[in-house]
């Protein structure tokens, strides 16, 4: 997708997080010389364009109590992983899905999912019904918890753009 | 963390106004004043439970490329190992799980090709192979708890 300098320089100035001030958008066009409706015009329009996916917050689960974080995976026939991913997604407790490539013969899992909760005996229930749901029973499973979290980051997308901002944040980018 | 707190985070996970007055508009719907929401954002962010407060993008429509990893990473290099990884800038997220695979983490780059390369010299510091787990398809979008 061809972005142009002001998209740049746009995604550059709210990198490093809204201000915190009444009118967080007139602030952010002070710092890159546009006014308020060129900057709300400006991210409307990379939101319209899916650059964009949102503005909003991601949390720290850990902060947050959430201290079972349980990667499941199976391993699911191709031709089945489309099926078995949409009743996964159904669940309320289902974080993220994804597919991704096996990697043999340390890794022969395609499936992913994610859960997050507060204990560990209710997040190994609900693996349980998440395998059930979704038809996975009797397919190779590995449920992989998080031991300790080293690093939660932000990616930074604009490092050598212009005007580029400082980036201090965290991202919960799908994958966690 | 109180009630109110958990209010706005749960309104905040699932987008903010794009308007002249947002946090006015966020407390609006959460029957608060406006200086009241910006309060205690700027309390949530302080005390590390916002871990980001802006916008997410879609790395591959800029450009970018984001891969999961996984090492097995020896018990008694663990340390040293995690240190070496995490000192990469391109390393947005690295947890410790208990597996053979024991150290999975989340590489963020801002063009495909830079994968790869950052790979490569992973594995050289480090001397551990790195296996590389792309997304091929992904179901759900939203990290969204209840706080």
């Known amino acids: 997708?061809?972005?142009?300098?002001?998209?740049?320089?746009?995604?550059?100035?709210?990198?490093?997080?809204?201000?915190?001030?009444?009118?967080?958008?007139?602030?952010?066009g002070?710092?890159?010389?546009?006014?308020?409706?060129?900057?709300?015009?400006?991210?409307?329009?990379?939101?319209?364009?899916?650059?964009?996916r949102r503005l909003g917050i991601v949390v720290r689960h850990h902060e947050l109590g959430y201290r079972a974080n349980a990667m499941t995976v199976w391993d699911v026939p191709d031709e089945m992983v489309r099926d078995a991913a949409a009743r996964l997604v159904a669940l309320p407790f289902v974080t993220l899905c994804y597919r991704r490539p096996r990697?043999?013969?340390?890794?022969?899992?395609?499936?992913f999912c994610m859960i997050?909760?507060?204990?560990?005996?209710?997040?190994?229930?609900?693996?349980?019904?998440?395998t059930r749901a979704a038809?996975?029973?009797?397919?190779?499973?590995?449920?992989?918890?998080?031991?300790?979290?080293?690093?939660?980051?932000?990616?930074?997308?604009?490092?050598g753009w212009p005007a580029q901002g400082e980036a201090g944040w965290t991202t919960s980018i799908a994958g966690s | 963390m109180d009630d109110v707190d958990r209010r706005l985070v749960n309104a905040l996970q699932g987008g903010f106004p794009i308007a002249e007055r947002p946090y006015a508009e966020v407390a609006k719907m959460l029957g608060l004043a406006e200086a009241e929401v910006i309060e205690r954002l700027a309390a949530l962010r302080e005390a590390g439970v916002l871990s980001r407060f802006g916008p997410m993008y879609d790395a591959e429509r800029l450009g970018g490329a984001v891969t999961l990893c996984a090492m097995a990473v020896p018990e008694e290099r663990f340390e040293a190992v995690a240190a070496?990884?995490?000192?990469?800038?391109?390393?947005?997220?690295?947890?410790?799980?208990?597996?053979?695979?024991?150290?999975?983490?989340?590489?963020?780059?801002?063009r495909p090709e830079q994968i790869a390369a950052t790979i490569a010299r992973i594995e050289v510091a480090t001397g551990l192979e790195v296996l590389n787990l792309p997304k091929l398809d992904e179901y759900f979008l939203e990290l969204k708890l209840t706080a």
């Open chain 1, 103 to 111: 990697r043999l013969p340390l890794w022969p899992y395609n499936l």
């Open chain 1, 30 to 52: 002070e710092r890159i010389g546009l006014t308020e409706a060129e900057v709300i015009e400006g991210l409307r329009s990379l939101l319209a364009r899916g650059v964009l």
């Open chain 1, 135 to 159: 038809g996975l029973m009797g397919l190779p499973r590995a449920v992989l918890f998080s031991r300790r979290r080293f690093k939660q980051q932000g990616a930074r997308y604009t490092a």
């Open chain 2, 84 to 110: 070496i990884v995490n000192g990469f800038p391109e390393v947005a997220h690295n947890y410790a799980r208990a597996h053979a695979l024991n150290m999975w983490f989340v590489l963020a780059v801002e």
């Open chain 1, 1 to 28: 997708m061809a972005l142009s300098a002001a998209d740049r320089r746009l995604l550059a100035a709210i990198e490093t997080g809204l201000p915190l001030v009444p009118r967080p958008f007139l602030v952010v």
């Open chain 1, 116 to 130: 997050h909760g507060r204990d560990r005996a209710r997040v190994e229930a609900e693996i349980e019904e998440a």
